[in-house]
Nanobody, 114 residues
């Protein structure tokens, strides 16, 4: 059974950094895509960042501030968030595309104090 485990959420200061991590367990196949979505109360879920192989894709609102990268095992993805803004506060969910299936983590809360 594939499981995604997120860590690193919490409270950050506006302008400061925070790093999220997500590890994939239970799959013998390396995820084709690993990434992050977020959803704030009253807003639609939006793509934050994703990696497909070595290619990276970012949401417009985080481009230049956030960096997504995978570790050497390719089963863990990190999201380095810099220059955080109050509007970055949301529940961040990790996802993995493995074969024809998508898997999701439970989500981790990010709060940004101004």
């Amino acid at each position: 059974q594939v499981q995604l485990t997120e860590s690193g959420g919490g409270l950050a200061q506006a302008g400061g950094p925070l790093r999220l991590s997500c590890s994939v367990a239970g799959s013998i196949v390396t995820p084709r895509v690993l990434g992050w979505y977020r959803q704030a109360p009253g807003k639609q879920r939006e793509l934050v960042a994703a990696m497909t192989g070595g290619a990276r894709k970012y949401g417009d609102s985080v481009e230049g501030r956030f960096t997504v990268y995978r570790d050497i095992t390719m089963n863990t993805v990190h999201l380095q968030m810099n220059s955080l803004r109050p509007e970055d506060a949301a529940t961040y969910s990790c996802y993995a595309s493995i074969g024809v299936h998508d898997y999701w983590g439970q989500g981790t809360q990010v709060t940004v104090s101004s």
